[in-house]
């Protein structure tokens, strides 16, 4: 599809009210599904380029995206890289194609914010022109520099946790009241990417978790394990022991807002059905509720 095509489909979708405003908001409540933004993390998609995994993500039946770094662009131009370097020409395709799929980009990341002003501002000027929710990085020492930035742009920033490192200690955002004591002194905007299914590798309990950052979570990224400790892979929501129904309760009693992503780092080839199913856990647990 030319140039053109993509701006006449943006037009036509327009309408769509859980595509973004003129200005940067809250994700709006057309965009939840049980009460909270759940959709992919493209990353689950790893395997495809940023045009498959908007398709991707609507098969799901999620209506946002979070978007990573270097992907690349389509079938047409895998040369082309998705990142906060992209064109004006290049954003306003992808734009597009989420405009035709009505998928909604909320966050990107996981994305080094260096602590250099000028490079730090690339990112945040793309959120900016993205019209995303937040961003999602592990530079902690960037902090001083992401409070200043997250007030201008009204951007939200999220630490997101790996795994603990036994052979590196100065590694620390896998733990969350490592993440309390890093962003208690700055803005409200600035706190925690949840990653639960690594909260999980390092033998952390997800609710006590949860419960450590409240206040502070920005945003999540969706995992369900079979069981604690490493070496585990991720299954459908409910079919493993996190405890999907307990993090989605506890998220609802600390009037979480941001989006869940489900990043789902197993059959990368054909994840799309089992996404699905995470998706439906959610719709389904906020139909009982």
Same mark, same amino acid.
């Not at 394990?225 to 991720?234: E, K, T, V």
């Not at 079919?239 to 941001?258: D, H, I, P, Y």
């Given at each position: 599809?030319?140039?053109?095509?993509?701006?006449?489909?943006?037009?036509?979708?327009?309408?769509?009210?859980?595509?973004?405003?003129?200005?940067?908001?809250?994700?709006?409540?057309?965009?939840?599904?049980?009460?909270?933004?759940?959709?992919?993390?493209?990353?689950?998609?790893?395997?495809?380029?940023?045009?498959?995994?908007?398709?991707?993500?609507?098969?799901?039946?999620?209506?946002?995206?979070?978007?990573?770094?270097?992907?690349?662009?389509?079938?047409?131009?895998?040369?082309?890289?998705?990142?906060?370097?992209?064109?004006?020409?290049?954003?306003?395709?992808?734009?597009?194609?989420?405009?035709?799929?009505?998928?909604?980009?909320?966050?990107?990341?996981?994305?080094?914010?260096?602590?250099?002003?000028?490079?730090?501002?690339?990112?945040?000027?793309?959120?900016?022109?993205?019209?995303?929710?937040?961003?999602?990085?592990?530079?902690?020492?960037?902090?001083?520099?992401?409070?200043?930035?997250?007030?201008?742009?009204?951007?939200?920033?999220?630490?997101?946790?790996?795994?603990?490192?036994?052979? $590196?200690? @100065?590694?620390? #955002?896998?733990?969350?009241?490592?993440? =309390?004591?890093? &962003?208690?002194?700055?803005? +409200? *905007?600035?706190?925690?990417?949840?990653?639960?299914?690594?909260?999980?590798?390092?033998?952390?309990?997800?609710?006590?978790?949860?419960?450590?950052?409240?206040?502070?979570?920005?945003?999540?990224?969706?995992?369900?394990?079979?069981?604690?400790?490493?070496?585990?892979?991720?299954?459908?929501?409910?079919?493993?022991?996190?405890?999907?129904?307990?993090?989605?309760?506890?998220?609802?009693?600390?009037?979480?807002?941001?989006?869940?992503?489900?990043?789902?780092?197993? $059959?990368? @080839?054909?994840? #799309?059905?089992?996404?699905?199913?995470? =998706?439906?856990? &959610?719709?389904?647990?906020? +139909? *009982?509720?």
């Amino acid at each position: 599809m030319n140039m053109r095509s993509y701006f006449a489909v943006a037009a036509l979708a327009a309408g769509l009210s859980c595509l973004p405003s003129a200005h940067a908001t809250p994700i709006p409540d057309s965009c939840r599904i049980g009460g909270f933004a759940i959709g992919c993390q493209a990353y689950s998609f790893n395997r495809f380029t940023v045009f498959e995994a908007i398709e991707k993500t609507e098969q799901t039946g999620s209506k946002v995206i979070e978007f990573f770094p270097g992907q690349a662009l389509s079938p047409d131009q895998r040369g082309v890289k998705w990142d906060h370097n992209s064109s004006d020409e290049v954003i306003a395709l992808v734009k597009a194609k989420l405009a035709k799929h009505g998928i909604r980009a909320v966050n990107y990341g996981v994305v080094g914010i260096p602590n250099n002003e000028a490079d730090a501002r690339k990112i945040f000027e793309f959120a900016r022109k993205m019209e995303l929710y937040a961003v999602t990085t592990e530079s902690t020492e960037s902090i001083d520099l992401i409070d200043k930035l997250v007030k201008e742009y009204d951007v939200r920033v999220g630490y997101h946790d790996h795994p603990r490192r036994a052979d $590196n200690p @100065d590694y620390k #955002v896998w733990d969350p009241n490592y993440i =309390v004591s890093l &962003v208690k002194n700055h803005d +409200a *905007r600035i706190g925690a990417c949840a990653d639960i299914g690594h909260w999980q590798t390092s033998n952390l309990n997800v609710l006590d978790c949860l419960k450590t950052l409240e206040g502070r979570i920005i945003s999540v990224h969706g995992k369900e394990r079979p069981a604690m400790g490493p070496g585990q892979h991720d299954v459908p929501f409910g079919a493993g022991q996190t405890n999907m129904s307990g993090v989605l309760a506890e998220l609802k009693r600390q009037g979480f807002v941001g989006n869940i992503s489900v990043e789902y780092e197993y $059959n990368w @080839d054909n994840s #799309v059905p089992e996404i699905a199913q995470c =998706v439906g856990f &959610v719709r389904g647990w906020g +139909a *009982r509720k």
